[in-house]
């Protein structure tokens, strides 16, 4: 039999935030039921106090991994740069642009590797539900001194009616009929596909499709020359994804199974769920 007792909370008002601490017959902390894709397991409940030393000395964990992701961003910072010779031209809503032309005035450029290739009928769920998250924050970028803008080798005339359709306000190109997406890892040639065989995320593996996704950096300096500065691929992208970094914070986390070939199989087209 178990026995209910309000446990009060330093400054409770008396009228909100009840803690309730259940324990059993002896003593014993109660166990709540945590339902997700692994089926129900038990979690430790505790009372109010118990809960706060144990987020206190989880926050040491957050500060030391903040601090250890500073240092990781200053190391990518400072790797060498790689120059762009290649002089690409893009098909973009206002006509032929070159990679120059796509910084619009800044000096950095962030391009997203959009997976939508030239036979494809829409874009890319995922990349769409990463894009979702990003689409608004060009504007911010822009007062960095960065652009942000997505490139893809699907025509434009299949670009703009998707992204019409998905509501996005983000600069969107086409790369078709150049070798910006394979020299950027971001798509397979045919005799590659052939072969099973392609570079992407540093590593030659087998093409999971004839494209991939990604996300390159690039710099431009006063004199106009181009240098490509960073690229990353595969869980790379993961702290870019907004929705999964808000999901990382509840109990559940992802409720995905990576033992599974198809974990995120349950992300749709934000317009393509049933609900």
């Known amino acids: 039999m178990r026995r209910i007792k309000a446990i009060r909370k330093p400054g409770y008002d008396g009228t909100t935030n009840t803690t309730l601490e259940r324990e059993n017959a002896n003593g014993e902390a109660n166990m709540g039921n945590l339902k997700t894709v692994f089926g129900v397991t038990p979690h430790k409940v505790v009372p109010y106090e118990e809960w706060m030393a144990a987020r206190r000395q989880f926050l040491k964990k957050e500060k030391e991994f903040t601090r250890l992701r500073d240092e990781l961003n200053e190391a990518r910072r400072a790797l060498p740069w790689e120059k762009v010779e290649k002089n690409d031209s893009f098909d973009g809503p206002e006509g032929r642009e070159t990679l120059a032309d ?19 009928q829409q874009g890319c769920s995922h990349c769409s539900f990463w894009a979702d998250g990003w689409n608004g924050v060009t504007e911010h970028l822009k007062h960095r001194d960065t652009t942000m803008i997505a490139i893809s080798q699907a025509p434009l005339a299949k670009i703009e009616p998707f992204k019409r359709r998905m509501g996005w306000s983000f600069k969107w190109v086409s790369s078709a009929n150049t070798d910006f997406n394979f020299d950027y890892q971001a798509s397979a040639r045919p005799e590659e596909l052939k072969a099973k065989r392609v570079l992407y995320n540093y590593q030659e593996m087998a093409p999971f499709s004839d494209q991939m996704h990604g996300c390159s950096t690039f710099y431009k300096d006063e004199r106009g020359e181009i240098y490509h500065t960073y690229s990353t691929y595969a869980r790379g992208v993961d702290m870019l994804n907004v929705a999964y970094q808000f999901l990382d914070l509840t109990a559940k986390g992802r409720n995905e199974d990576w033992s599974q070939e198809h974990s995120s199989g349950w992300v749709r087209h934000r317009d393509r769920y049933d609900d």
């Open 102 to 120: 796509l910084f619009d005035g800044k000096d950095q450029l962030i391009v997203w590797h959009f997976m939508f290739g030239p036979d494809w």
